[in-house]
C-alpha cells in the first residue's frame, strides 16, 4: 500500500474546510457530517477525480468507520436510559422491524427495488446516534427526560440493526449457524459488561489514572487493545466488524473508573472526530456514486421513497408506545431525532455493493435519503422543541395578565 500525499492533503484540508462550511451564517447550519460527505463527492472520482477512496485514504476511511461506532458505543449512558426508556425502545425497534421489512417486501414485489429488499429493511430500523448526541448535547437535552428517550431509542437504532445486519450478511456460515455465534458474541459481551462494572482494585485504579498523564497513554492503548479484540472476534465470527467496535465501546465506557473516563474519552474522541472519522465520511462521499443517481429516473424516485419509508418505520412506534411516556408535544421531535440516520446507511450501502447486494443506483438512493433525514429531520425536532419552549414560557405571563 503506496502513501499517497496529495490524496491525503486534500482529505486533510476537507476535513478542515468542514467545520468552518457548517458555520456559515446562511440561515441554516448544515451537520458537519453532510458537508463531509458533499466535499467527498465533489473531489471523487465521479465529479472531479482528484482523490480515488483506495489504499492509504481507503483504509483510513475504513478505521473511521470502526471508531466511528466505538465512540457510538461510548457515549450511552445505561444509568439514564436503563429501566423504562430502554425497554420502550427494543420494542419500538421490534415494531420499527415489523414495519419497515413489510415495506421493503411491498417494494420488491412490486418491482420499485430489483434487489436487496434486506438491507432496505435494515437500513430503515436505523438511528443516527452518532449524528443525535452532538445536536442533544447542544440543546441542552441530553440530559432531560425527552433526551433520555431520544438516547435509548438511538442505541437500540444503533446496535440492533447491526446484529441484525451481522445475521443478514453471512457467506461463511449457515444463517443458524450464524444465528448461534451472533447470540454467543451477545453472551461474550454481555459477560465483558459484566466484568468492565464489577469493582477494580484501588492501586490498579490510581495506576491507571496516574498513566492517564504519562506519555504512555496506557488507558488510551488498554482502550485500543479492546477495541481491537472485539473487532477481531467478531470477524472471526463472521460478523460485521462495526458489531465488535460498538461493543468495545459499551464495554470501555462502563469499564472506565469515574476518575479517568471523562479524560479518556476526550482523547478518544480527538484520535475518532480529529482524525479517523472526518476520513471515514470523506471517502464515503468519493464512494458514492453520483451519477448512478442522476442518469436513471427510477434512483431518483427511490431517494424520497427510502427517505418516508425511514420516516415511517420509525415513527410509527413513536405514535403506538410512547403516549403516556412523553407529552403529545414531543412526539413529532421524537419521530423525527428517530428517523434520523447516515453513518449506518452508508455502511449498509457500501457493504451491499461490495457483496454484489445491492445495484448501486439503489446504494446512492439509500444514501442519498440519509443524508436528506440528517439535513432535514433534526431541524424539524428543533423547531417543534423551541416552538414549545416559547410556549411554556409565554404561559405563566398569560396567566398572570388573565388574573
Do not use: C
Request: aromatic share 8%; proline share 5%.
Amino acid at each position: 500500500m503506496e502513501f499517497n500525499g496529495p490524496a491525503l492533503l486534500i482529505t486533510a484540508i476537507i476535513a478542515v474546510l468542514s467545520p468552518l462550511v457548517a458555520e456559515l451564517p446562511i440561515g441554516l447550519r448544515l451537520p458537519m457530517v453532510v458537508v463531509e460527505v458533499g466535499l467527498g463527492i465533489i473531489v471523487g472520482p465521479h465529479v472531479l477525480n482528484w482523490v480515488s477512496p483506495t489504499g492509504m485514504i481507503g483504509m483510513l476511511g475504513y478505521l473511521g468507520l470502526i471508531f466511528l461506532f466505538f465512540l457510538a458505543g461510548m457515549e450511552i449512558n445505561f444509568r439514564a436510559v436503563r429501566g423504562r426508556p430502554l425497554s420502550l425502545a427494543v420494542m419500538g425497534w421490534l415494531i420499527s422491524v415489523v414495519i419497515a421489512f413489510s415495506f421493503a417486501a411491498l417494494f420488491y414485489r412490486l418491482h420499485v427495488i430489483v434487489s436487496s429488499p434486506l438491507l432496505i429493511g435494515v437500513a430503515a430500523t436505523t438511528t443516527g446516534m452518532g449524528a443525535l448526541l452532538p445536536i442533544l448535547r447542544d440543546t441542552g437535552e441530553l440530559d432531560t427526560t425527552f433526551g433520555s428517550y431520544v438516547v435509548a431509542a438511538g442505541a437500540v437504532g444503533e446496535f440492533g440493526p447491526i446484529v441484525l445486519l451481522s445475521i443478514l450478511m453471512t457467506r461463511e456460515h449457515t444463517r443458524w449457524l450464524q444465528t448461534a455465534l451472533t447470540i454467543f458474541f451477545v453472551v461474550f459481551a454481555m459477560g465483558a459488561l459484566w466484568v468492565a462494572l464489577h469493582p477494580k482494585p484501588h492501586k490498579i485504579v490510581t495506576f491507571v489514572a496516574d498513566a492517564m498523564n504519562a506519555t504512555s497513554q496506557l488507558p488510551v492503548r488498554i482502550a485500543i487493545l479492546i477495541l481491537a479484540m472485539l473487532v477481531s472476534i467478531s470477524e472471526k465470527f463472521g460478523l460485521d466488524l462495526i458489531l465488535g467496535a460498538f461493543t468495545a465501546g459499551m464495554i470501555v465506557s462502563l469499564g472506565s473508573h469515574e476518575r479517568t473516563g471523562e479524560r479518556l474519552h476526550h482523547r478518544l474522541e480527538a484520535i475518532g472526530y480529529g482524525f479517523l472519522i472526518p476520513m471515514f465520511f470523506v471517502t464515503s462521499g468519493m464512494h458514492f456514486r453520483l451519477g448512478a443517481l442522476l442518469s436513471s429516473p427510477r434512483a431518483m424516485l427511490r431517494l424520497p421513497l427510502f427517505l418516508l419509508l425511514l420516516l415511517v418505520a420509525r415513527a410509527v412506534p413513536t405514535l403506538i408506545l410512547y403516549r403516556q411516556d412523553l407529552d403529545s408535544e414531543d412526539h413529532l421531535p421524537f419521530a423525527f431525532y428517530s428517523a434520523t440516520s447516515l453513518p449506518l446507511l452508508i455502511a449498509i450501502a457500501e457493504i451491499g455493493v461490495q457483496t454484489n447486494r445491492m445495484q448501486a443506483d439503489n446504494a446512492a438512493a439509500l444514501v442519498g435519503a440519509g443524508m436528506l433525514s440528517i439535513l432535514l429531520f433534526p431541524i424539524i425536532a428543533l423547531m417543534a422543541r423551541r416552538g414549545r419552549a416559547r410556549v411554556l414560557s409565554a404561559s405563566p405571563v398569560e396567566s398572570q395578565e388573565t388574573i
